[in-house]
């Protein structure tokens, strides 16, 4: 008796939940994610061998450029709008609500507090456009060492956040050194270097 044979079906595959899922994917992406502007200053940071993460979130970066100018960040917009805040109320100067939501969008900044105010004035075009001298830093306990009061207001701010220096391979020595001697003097005694590495693109030297 021959072999009855069935008829062969071809496979088909139903592609769209697959698609959906694909765009919903996409959509939370774009709605999700925040681009934050382009760093005022460029740094090449020297290679290290350590291999130490640099957190997600809740982080100062000090950064030194190789001329020496000194730049700051708080990594977090609501804490960056309360930092804003409590510096106004150190020197004495009031900001408005956009002067202040141009801060808490924005990334590390390096102007003095008599210059702040026009700076956060400027559209966001023009700001990209403005040479920032540094914020001034030296080894005085007061109020012209603008560094230690950023440091002490963003670390109210920002809850006791990770303090992290990202320093130019060229920069001098005194200027890192006086980084160093503000975060003592304020009795910061645990932070970090941000350097470069060939085996990871950034990692945190800590300091004990």
């Known amino acids: 008796m021959s072999k009855v044979k069935m008829p062969k079906s071809s496979v088909s595959i139903d592609m769209t939940p697959m698609v959906d899922m694909a ?7 774009i709605l999700t994610t925040k681009f934050r502007p382009d760093e005022p200053v460029a740094v090449n940071t020297p290679s290290s061998t350590s291999t130490a993460t640099i957190p997600e979130k809740g982080v100062v970066t000090i950064t030194v ?11 977090n917009q609501n804490s960056r709008k ?6 106004g109320e150190t020197y004495g100067i009031t900001f408005t609500v956009d002067q202040q939501n ?10 003095p507090m008599g210059s702040m105010q026009n700076y956060l004035n400027l559209s966001p ?13 030296d080894s005085t306990l007061n109020l012209s060492n603008e560094l230690g009061v950023w440091l002490i207001n963003a670390r109210i701010a920002g809850g006791n956040p990770v303090i992290l ?7 001098n020595f005194p200027a890192v050194n006086n980084v160093i001697k503000t975060l003592q003097n304020r009795k910061v005694l645990r932070f970090g270097f941000i350097t470069a590495d060939e085996a990871m693109p950034t990692d945190v030297a800590q300091l004990k």
């Open 23 to 29: 765009f919903l994917l996409v959509t939370f992406f």
């Open 65 to 75: 450029a190789n001329d020496g100018r000194i730049f700051f960040d708080l990594d």
């Open 82 to 87: 309360s930092l804003i805040e409590k510096m």
């Open 102 to 111: 141009a801060f808490a969008t924005g990334t590390s900044i390096g102007i």
């Open 125 to 137: 075009e023009d700001r990209k456009k403005v040479q920032q001298p540094g914020i001034p830093v």
């Open 165 to 171: 220096i990202k320093g130019d391979g060229q920069a």
